[in-house]
């Protein structure tokens, strides 16, 4: 529930400092409004008398007067009015204003010598509406922003104002992750997709990624990413060997494999060089070899992705 | 459908004192139809306050919501006792359970 505000001070004077004694006050708010379920009319003018100071006179005045009260214009619905207020002498001649001028509080008192002549401070700009450019070039609409899915990007109302993207393979391509395992081991790490025990057959890539880390001072973490198609089976070329020296590591498979160094950032694809029969459940080894006087322990995280569809 | 009855306001100046023996009006936007009863605009509903600034006596309006076209408003009109204009404001008075007080109104215009 609002209270009114008393109005206090002003001292109101000329240039020469003669105070305006006995003069007064004109206000009239600025437009209708409303409080504490109260119409305020803003078309009756209400006059603040001042005393013999020049101070809106109240009970403290000399000689004594009543208080005076007006509705502060921050409990006042709706928002952003004001005052108009003209002061004049006793004898009626206009001396200060038309200002506008804002009270506010919620009871208490309010001392009118804080106004800034014609200052408005209690303001709630609108809401502002942006300009919305694409690229630097004015959006076509700009009542309208809708987000709509393309063949590459999907646009999700995720709530709260949030709006999440979700972006396809490019060219018509999607990553479809057909296996993750953990590994940790020392020596032979064996991986088995295993995700319903076949990988899907057809004309299919897939990406294997993985990430190795490891304690041992002969092995540093290498990140590897290979690709290969299956024509009905796994195909891999077959430069390397079974049996890599120490600080290798050997890719191998049901045909063969290809070492690559350590400590390398390797891509290495595997071209179709014929193909065989996928059998039930592929399976892909790595094996890691130290030189026996360092400790070696791997852990491995791989993904396995099928693209569903090629380009 | 049916007309709601229309309350309170407190109309007052800046300084809280209500408008006592004063007056308010309520102008409907556009001729309208509740059903099938033609209500004519051009009519005035009037009630005159009270010594508080409240409507006094029985006032009953039809709601905005029940009237076709849907898009009509009040234009309520408050005058001092002396007749001046002092307060005005176009708002859609809602169907409800009870009497309607129009001191809730947010003044618009």
């Known amino acids: 529930m609002s209270t009114k505000v008393q109005l206090i001070g002003g001292s109101f004077q000329d240039s020469e400092g003669a105070v305006l004694a006995n003069g007064y006050l004109k206000m009239r708010l600025s437009q209708d409004c409303m409080v504490n379920n109260s119409q305020v009319c803003s078309g009756v003018e209400i006059t603040i008398q001042l005393d013999s100071n020049g101070n809106v006179a109240s009970t403290s005045s000399t000689p004594a007067a009543s208080n005076q009260f007006v509705w502060g214009n921050d409990q006042l619905a709706p928002i952003n009015s004001f005052y108009r207020v003209t002061g004049y002498k006793a004898n009626g001649q206009p001396a200060w204003g038309p200002n506008n001028q804002q009270v506010i509080g919620n009871g208490g008192t309010f001392d009118v010598g804080t106004w800034v002549p014609n200052s408005v401070v209690n303001w709630t700009p609108s809401p502002q509406i942006p300009f919305v450019k694409v690229n630097g070039v004015a959006l076509s609409s700009q009542a309208i922003l809708d987000f709509e899915n393309s063949g590459s990007v999907t646009w999700v109302d995720a709530g709260n104002g949030q709006v999440q993207a979700a972006a396809a393979g490019g060219s018509g391509m999607t990553l479809v992750a057909e296996s993750h395992q953990t590994r940790a081991s020392s020596g032979t790490v064996t991986v088995t997709p295993t995700l319903g025990g076949n990988f899907s057959k057809g004309l299919y890539q897939y990406f294997i990624s993985f990430v190795l880390a490891s304690s041992g001072t002969e092995v540093a973490t290498l990140e590897y990413c290979l690709s290969f198609q299956s024509y009905g089976g796994i195909v891999c070329n077959q430069s390397g060997h079974l049996s890599p020296p120490p600080g290798d590591v050997a890719l191998t498979n049901l045909i063969g494999g290809s070492s690559f160094q350590l400590n390398e950032w390797v891509g290495v694809e595997f071209g179709g060089q014929g193909g065989f029969a996928l059998e039930a459940q592929p399976s892909l080894k790595w094996e890691f070899f130290t030189d026996a006087v360092n400790p070696l322990s791997v852990n491995m995280d791989l993904w396995i992705y099928r693209v569903a569809t090629l380009p | ?109």
């Open chain 2, 1 to 109: 459908m049916a007309k709601r009855q229309i309350v309170g306001g407190n109309f007052q100046d800046s300084s809280g004192n209500p408008l006592n023996g004063g007056s308010v009006t309520f102008r409907l936007s556009t001729d309208a139809v509740a059903t099938s009863t033609q209500i004519a605009a051009s009519i005035l509903t009037s009630a005159v306050l009270d010594a508080n600034g409240n409507i006094s006596g029985t006032v009953f309006i039809w709601p905005n919501d029940q009237l076709n076209p849907a898009t009509t408003v009040y234009r309520i009109t408050a005058y001092s006792a002396k007749g001046q204009q002092v307060w005005q404001s176009e708002n859609v008075i809602p169907s409800g359970v009870g009497s309607f007080d129009i001191g809730t109104l947010i003044p618009l215009y």
